[in-house]
């Protein structure tokens, strides 16, 4: 093979995913003048961010004039156990309106309060109604203003497009190996700057809401080019996925249903989640049905209903009464609206998921309970970046969105993902911009390196015979499924990683059949090797977190644990190619974070207050 | 209870192709896509699909089953009649790349082709406002998917000449989200007559028929635009104005 004879390409920057994160940061960088290349897996449109219901949190202080951002960001350390970059919640509690209103100038159409403003609905976790969106389809809303934006900027967008691996020149970023999946060549991007957006690694399990493309590339490539994973063993479990029937198991019913009302119920009719309000959040939790009821009419003072507990508390929930024996028929909870709210109010708040259960589930959800439980949702942990502008230890690898780390800590609060990606994807692409300005000279990724890529790409169609990609799969599947799964301990995750291990083995003679044209089954090959590695961070950072924090359970060792509090899971390739995990001391955090993070509700509430007076004092002089 | 059934799905590229026939196990509660993923994973690895969300919102697997045009994602097995034997065939109004797949880039080139939003300044408050009531239209429209089952079924597409002259009513639809936006503050009906061609639809409503997001593309998109072309071009005193003034 000559690497003059591949097809090249050369850009500026190359962001490496199209979903809200990299079109986000394909628009800042070319925005600033940076030639950028855009590549995706799909087409443009369809990244997994249209499956983002709910919102996007910002404290935008329209539904609730009370907010502030110190609110936004002390529920977002709470709600993530303190494990959070700090510095990176603060960024995203203060830049989110603006980035959110900026969607508006897009030509983003949120659904309106009175004023004629964005409106903004409750969810869990968050203090007031925080959460901008449209019905049920916030994600759609999002990428498709992104999108519509985008190519009016001056992207060039390179679809239905893989990345293989990542290319460098000594210690630095050179380019990315990738190929066309249409028609199976290779091509080579050649840059100096690359933005990883792929999202998580959720199909290394069954039980997910996440599509076939998160398969963990991002996470996987950063590994091998020198990048650090950190707080991989936080995944998290949506307390709601749909259970039945079962080719849909997993898909998402978003938190909106709670958030307007819905409530949880056993399989006796009870009520359950009030038995399962933990101490730290009991002061601002309703402890009756009645006070419950209350704070949905808007009543003053009345507290928020545990069903909107964060995602861990409610999923763990959840997992607990159907293992007691009262689940639902298909192994579940009873997600309960019908009872609590008019048809017409269901169909217009909640407008797909009434689609979704009516046409995949034959349930009409304005008349019954739906059946929902636990599943993989989203990666807190990922990529480790700088809070500034997302740069991995490696010059010229940047990461945003769900694939990198740092923001959400041990338990991400729905809502906050969304505005995750367009803050964070906005200062990923200025970083990788002030890379690129500060190092003009010229870099060229090595030539052996581009071979060896695409070998190692092309071996699964050349061998003669070997395993079946899909079978290795579902075995990793099931692994991850019965031991890395929402309720975790020491034995089990010993044997999860023995079998990814053996899985590994196997992985390296599996054959893919047919060209390589459109082919899926040698797709599933080339995806098996980064879902392997996710997997593998994610057991051995599991095995190695030895408390129970957020989204991580260990039943043999329950609860927080204050030793655990100042450490985080950090995860490199060793020399000799094996996966070195390692406790990392947390720097300590600012000392005016720190106080509003920790402190008690009411007082920072005034506190807020009299700066907002303040701030008015001074416009009105 | 699984029960066995037949499937006759197209195999092939630009080059010509057959139909190839499987058996295979369904299980209660299947859709469609759920059935092509069972016969990739046990019987060809490499029959080429394209999917994503596999929840109906993404819009990717279009494709026509029983020669009607659908998601398969959200296509249930219970809808068939037990027995029957259910073909699977690629769109057939863009160029086939394998077996289910085809090239909807065309379709990428309409949207390049729409100026984008246009926004009126900021309130004096900074804000931008706009009220419910006004924007429900333009979150119908914005409900689409992209799934291009409406380009897939409209006559004029299908018609051999008519992507030159006519957009389709993906992009009529994107047209009506921004010429009805409150804050859009842009004049888009020279070239929704023109250059996107909203004389060519002739209100058949097949378009409309085959929404998966059962959005009222002809009545509430392209009917109005039509109706907004003719208030400006054909009202006899609006037209005398535009002599007398010149503009367009």
């Known amino acids: ?621 | 209870m699984s029960e066995q059934r037949t499937f006759r799905v197209w195999r092939g590229d630009k080059d010509g192709g057959e139909f190839a026939t499987y058996e295979t196990k369904v299980d209660p509660g299947m859709v469609v896509l759920d059935v092509i993923h069972r016969i990739q994973a046990e019987q060809a690895n490499d029959l080429a699909v394209r999917w994503n969300c596999k929840a109906g919102k993404c819009g990717s697997c279009s494709m026509e089953i029983n020669g009607k045009p659908r998601l398969s994602c959200m296509t249930r097995m219970n809808v068939f009649a037990p027995g029957e034997t259910i073909t699977l065939q690629p769109v057939k109004t863009f160029p086939l790349i394998r077996d289910l797949v085809t090239d909807v880039s065309w379709n990428y080139e309409q949207n390049q082709r729409v100026r984008p939003f246009k926004p009126k300044p900021r309130g004096a408050d900074g804000k931008m406002r706009m009220y419910q009531e006004d924007v429900d239209r333009v979150q119908e429209f914005r409900k689409c998917i992209e799934c291009y089952l409406c380009q897939n079924v409209c006559h004029v597409l299908r018609d051999r000449d008519g992507k030159a002259a006519f957009t389709g009513p993906r992009f009529l639809l994107r047209l009506a989200s921004l010429e009805m936006h409150p804050l859009d503050d842009d004049d888009r009906i020279p070239e929704i007559k023109d250059e996107f061609g909203s004389g060519m639809c002739n209100i058949t409503k097949c378009c409309t028929d085959v929404c998966p997001e059962h959005i009222k593309i002809t009545d509430n998109a392209i009917i109005p635009l039509k109706e907004r072309v003719v208030d400006r071009y054909y009202d006899p005193l609006k037209k005398l104005f535009r002599v007398f003034t010149g503009s367009k």
């Not at chain 1, 290795?472 to 044997?495: F, P, S, Y």
């Not at chain 1, 950072?541 to 899971?569: F, I, K």
């Open chain 1, 1 to 621: 093979m000559d690497v003059n004879e591949i097809q090249t390409i050369e850009h500026d920057v190359v962001v490496i995913g199209a979903g809200g994160a990299g079109l986000r940061a394909a628009i800042e960088c070319s925005a600033q003048g940076m030639n950028t290349g855009l590549i995706m897996k799909s087409l443009l449109g369809k990244a997994h961010t249209v499956m983002a219901e709910g919102g996007m949190a910002a404290a935008l202080g329209n539904a609730d004039s009370r907010d502030h951002w110190k609110i936004h960001f002390r529920d977002t350390m709470r709600g993530g156990k303190f494990l959070n970059v700090w510095r990176m919640a603060e960024l995203h509690a203060r830049e989110a309106p603006d980035r959110v209103n900026e969607l508006e100038e897009w030509g983003a159409v949120f659904d309106r309060t009175k004023d004629g403003l964005i409106n903004q609905r409750n969810f869990g976790g968050h203090r007031y109604p925080r959460l901008a969106h449209v019905g049920d389809r916030t994600g759609l809303e999002l990428i498709r203003t992104l999108q519509d934006h985008g190519i009016h900027q001056g992207i060039h967008t390179h679809m239905e497009c893989t990345a293989l691996e990542l290319l460098k020149d000594g210690d630095k970023i050179a380019g990315v190996a990738a190929y066309w999946r249409d028609t199976g060549r290779f091509v080579l991007l050649k840059c100096k700057a690359v933005i990883l957006a792929t999202g998580g690694a959720g199909k290394a399990w069954r039980v997910t809401s996440n599509s076939w493309e998160y398969t963990g590339d991002g996470l996987a490539m950063a590994y091998d080019a020198g990048a650090e994973l950190m707080d991989v063993e936080f995944t998290q479990f949506h307390p709601t996925g749909m259970v039945w029937p079962l080719s849909v198991r997993g898909i998402l019913v978003t938190e909106g249903v709670r958030g307007d009302g819905g409530i949880l119920k056993n399989s006796e009719g009870k009520r359950f989640m009030f038995d399962y309000i933990p101490e730290r959040f009991a002061p601002e939790t309703a402890d009756s049905e009645e006070e419950a009821a209350r704070w949905l009419e808007g009543a003053e003072g009345a507290r928020r209903p545990p069903e909107l507990l964060t995602r861990d508390v409610v999923a763990r929930a959840i997992t607990a009464e159907v293992k007691a024996g009262r689940g639902s028929p298909h192994g579940g909870a009873f997600l309960d609206i019908a009872s609590r709210r008019p048809a017409e109010f269901i169909k217009r708040k909640l407008p797909s998921m009434y689609h979704q259960f009516m046409e995949l589930a034959e349930v009409d959800i304005t008349k019954e309970p739906m059946e929902v439980g636990p599943t993989l949702h989203y990666f807190m942990g990922g990529i480790r970046v700088d809070a500034e502008s997302q740069q991995t230890r490696v010059p010229g690898l940047f990461a945003c969105g769900e694939c990198a780390a740092g923001l959400h800590g041990a338990n991400r609060l729905g809502g906050n993902s969304l505005s995750d990606l367009i803050v964070f994807g906005q200062r990923a692409g200025m970083g990788a911009t002030e890379y690129v300005r500060a190092n003009p000279g010229s870099v060229a990724p090595d030539h052996d390196a581009v071979k060896e890529a695409f070998r190692r790409a092309t071996a699964p169609l050349n061998r003669e015979s070997g395993e079946s990609p899909y079978a290795l799969h579902d075995e990793l599947q099931d692994t991850m499924g019965a031991n890395v799964g929402i309720v975790r301990v020491e034995e089990e995750l010993k044997k999860g990683i023995d079998d990814v291990a053996a899985i590994q083995k196997r992985a390296e003679t599996v054959k893919a059949h047919g060209s390589s044209q459109y082919n899926p089954g040698w797709n599933q090959a080339l995806s098996l090797r980064s879902l392997l590695v996710s997997a593998e961070a994610v057991a051995r950072a599991a095995l190695m977190r030895q408390e129970s924090r957020g989204a991580h359970t260990r039943l043999d060792y329950e609860g927080e644990r204050d030793e655990w509090l100042d450490y985080n899971v950090v995860i490199r390739k060793s020399k000799d190619g094996s996966m070195d995990v390692e406790k990392v001391k947390r720097p300590e955090p600012d000392a005016e974070l720190k106080r509003i993070a920790l402190s008690e509700l009411e007082p920072l509430e005034e506190e807020v207050t009299a700066e907002r007076a303040k701030t008015r004092e001074v416009a009105d002089v």
